[in-house]
């Protein structure tokens, strides 16, 4: 119960690691606004799972707003701060990618993806600062990043780029606010069993080519990643702020040197 009446915002939360999130949080007392761009019915099933795992007096928000787009932005801030009447967590989950080789790359693809997830994170961290600064309220804002925002991901460029752009949107808004009682971090899993990576879940061939650079030996599970968040969203983490907490079973330790081919030994 470590988030017990607290007031969080989870953005592209109705499946996925956003899922998983919001389920934790539910878990460990916080009320919870689940963002979604679409697919209703999906996310009304989500929180039907977060009521599920909820305690007594939780409340729920299924707020629907494209993040990309600023006026829905500050619509979907407005709803929540209105029905919770204040906000204490923001989580900047929602996230896309498309694949392409960089020379075949369509511009409008490039810019949604930069427009969801690193544009979408500036606008709602923005909106979350502006009512933590005017309420006289400390906050916390989480970042969901990826190992890709240090280790590079070819034919994912403009995702690559987002993550990177994510890791110094972090630092930066950290530095700024750590005097102010705002504290920012960020998660970055490595390779999680959710939709978005179905391609080589339901592939035993391709799983085992992904798994098999991991040196934990397996993909993890969206819970995994939630709890990490929770600890972050927690007075646990009272002292963390401005870093990058990385989820990944060991990927961003160079697993190619597992073997010491390099020294000749």
Wanted: with cysteine; net charge neutral.
């Amino acid at each position: 119960m470590r988030l017990e009446g607290k007031n969080v915002l989870i953005t592209g939360a109705s499946t996925g690691i956003g899922q998983a999130i919001a389920v934790r949080f539910a878990q460990e007392g916080a009320n919870v606004a689940i963002n979604y761009r679409s697919g209703p019915d999906q996310a009304a099933a989500t929180e039907q799972m977060v009521r599920g795992a909820s305690t007594n007096g939780f409340r729920s928000l299924l707020v629907q707003a494209d993040i990309a787009r600023e006026e829905e932005v500050r619509g979907m801030f407005t709803k929540v701060i209105d029905a919770f009447g204040s906000l204490d967590v923001l989580v900047n989950n929602a996230g896309i990618q498309k694949v392409a080789a960089s020379e075949d790359i369509d511009l409008d693809d490039f810019d949604r993806v930069l427009g969801v997830n690193l544009r979408g994170a500036f606008l709602c961290s923005r909106e979350a600062i502006r009512h933590f600064l005017s309420t006289g309220r400390k906050g916390v804002i989480l970042n969901n990043s990826s190992v890709h925002e240090i280790i590079p991901k070819p034919k994912y460029l403009p995702y690559s780029i987002s993550k990177g752009g994510m890791e110094n949107l972090t630092k930066s808004l950290a530095l700024e606010y750590a005097g102010r009682g705002i504290r920012v971090n960020a998660v970055g899993p490595g390779a999680v069993v959710t939709p978005i990576n179905k391609a080589w879940i339901d592939s035993p061939k391709a799983r085992g080519e992904v798994e098999s650079h991991i040196p934990m030996g397996r993909a993890a599970a969206a819970e995994e990643i939630a709890s990490v968040f929770a600890f972050l969203a927690s007075d646990d983490a009272s002292y963390i702020t401005g870093q990058t907490i990385f989820a990944c079973g060991g990927l961003t330790l160079y697993p190619e040197f597992r073997v010491a081919w390099s020294s000749g030994e």
